[in-house]
């Protein structure tokens, strides 16, 4: 059984950093890539990034390139969300998630969840 725990959620102003965790219990964490979401009100869940198992990262949202990345320490079992120059809509509830690969899937087969951390960011 795998457990996943966000920490880091803050409210912040407009172009503060930001660092959030993802601690990982279980099994052969350095196997599985890791995904960050988020879900702003009233929308959607979006996938932001991933990192394969090796620590290589992949983006998919277009507004976070230069500003957010992501690393991660196998000897620790945690992902790390590192978030710059952070801007309103960046505002979401921020989610980890394993992938079902040690790479990071194109269609995203994520298993298993955390219970997401809240990210605040006023102008």
């Known amino acids: 059984q795998v457990q996943l725990v966000e920490t880091g959620g803050d409210s912040v102003q407009v172009g503060d950093s930001l660092r959030l965790s993802c601690a990982f219990s279980?099994?052969?964490?350095?196997?599985?890539?890791m995904g960050w979401f988020r879900q702003a009100p009233g929308k959607g869940r979006e996938r932001v990034l991933c990192i394969t198992s090796s620590g290589s990262s992949t983006y998919y949202e277009e507004s976070v390139k230069g500003r957010f990345t992501t690393s991660r320490d196998n000897t620790k079992n945690v992902i790390y969300l590192q978030m710059n120059s952070l801007k309103p809509e960046d505002t979401a509830v921020y989610y980890c998630?394993?992938?079902?690969?040690?790479?990071?899937?194109?269609?995203?087969?994520?298993?298993?969840w955390g219970q997401g951390t809240q990210v605040t960011v006023s102008s």
């Open positions: 279980g099994r052969s964490f350095i196997s599985y890539a």
């Open positions: 998630a394993k992938e079902h690969y040690y790479y990071c899937s194109t269609s995203g087969s994520y298993d298993y």
